[in-house]
């Protein structure tokens, strides 16, 4: 299976501030048909998980344009460019390149 | 708009059984790579289990030859059958697929205990 390593695992951010965090795979998340097959998710506290980005650096429907994904192959990042209160909840990233997909350990943003 | 509802969560003894369900709306389970994931208290989420459009299925190595993933194409539904259930199977389990990988339930809660 693919590892997934994300950095860092606590994230305490200033309102107002850029955040960001990486997310590294074991192996390369490049397709053949050009895409990376990587997504971000956001599981606030006691909701379900939403996903940001797709395939790298697709924003999902509804999702703020603060929030931007980018990398390729086997390093990612997703940028915040002013953290709101809202944004506080764990941060995953997932493979979606192999059948079966794993996560990142997930990192905890928070409010300063 | 994608909607998925999970049920079938509960208390259960050590090597008992549940089937959680998830029903869909907004897209066609049977068109779509659907998968149950797994966060377990104080964890992150852990990827359990997939069925593609083709019916082929694949599980994580923690869940094989207990938990069977399923669907209904009639009744547009993703099931999973859990079986000899431990207490590190308690979690809050997701039912998640569907465009763009953008659907997931609200989760069902899975309580393993004597």
């Known amino acids: 299976d693919i590892v997934m390593t994300q950095s860092p695992l606590s994230l305490p951010v200033t309102p107002g501030e850029p955040a960001s965090i990486s997310c590294r795979s074991s192996q390369s998340l490049l397709h053949s048909n050009g895409n990376n097959f990587l997504d971000w998710y956001l599981q606030k506290p006691g909701q379900s998980p939403q996903i940001l980005i797709y395939?790298?650096?697709n924003r999902a429907a509804g999702v703020p344009d603060r929030f931007s994904g980018s990398g390729s192959g086997t390093y990612f990042t997703l940028r915040i460019s002013r953290v709101e209160a809202e944004d506080v909840g764990v941060y995953y990233c997932?493979?979606?390149?192999?059948?079966?997909?794993?996560f990142g350990q997930g990192t905890k943003l928070e409010i300063k | 708009e994608v909607q998925l509802v999970e049920s079938g969560g509960g208390l259960i003894q050590p090597g008992g059984s549940l089937r959680l369900s998830c029903a869909a709306s907004g897209f066609t389970v049977s068109n779509n790579y659907m998968s149950w994931v797994r966060r377990a208290p104080g964890k992150g989420l852990e990827w359990l289990s997939c069925?593609?459009?083709?019916?082929?299925?694949a599980y994580a190595d923690s869940v094989k030859g207990r938990f069977i993933i399923s669907r209904d194409n009639p009744r547009n539904t993703l099931y999973l059958q859990m079986s000899s259930l431990r207490a590190e199977d308690t979690a809050v389990y997701y039912c998640?697929?569907?465009?763009?990988?953008?659907?997931w339930g609200q989760g069902t809660q899975v309580a393993v205990s004597s």
């Open positions: 998640a697929g569907g465009p763009q990988r953008s659907g």
């Open positions: 395939m790298g650096s």
């Open positions: 069925i593609y459009s083709g019916g082929n299925t």
């Open positions: 997932m493979q979606a390149l192999q059948t079966r997909y794993t």
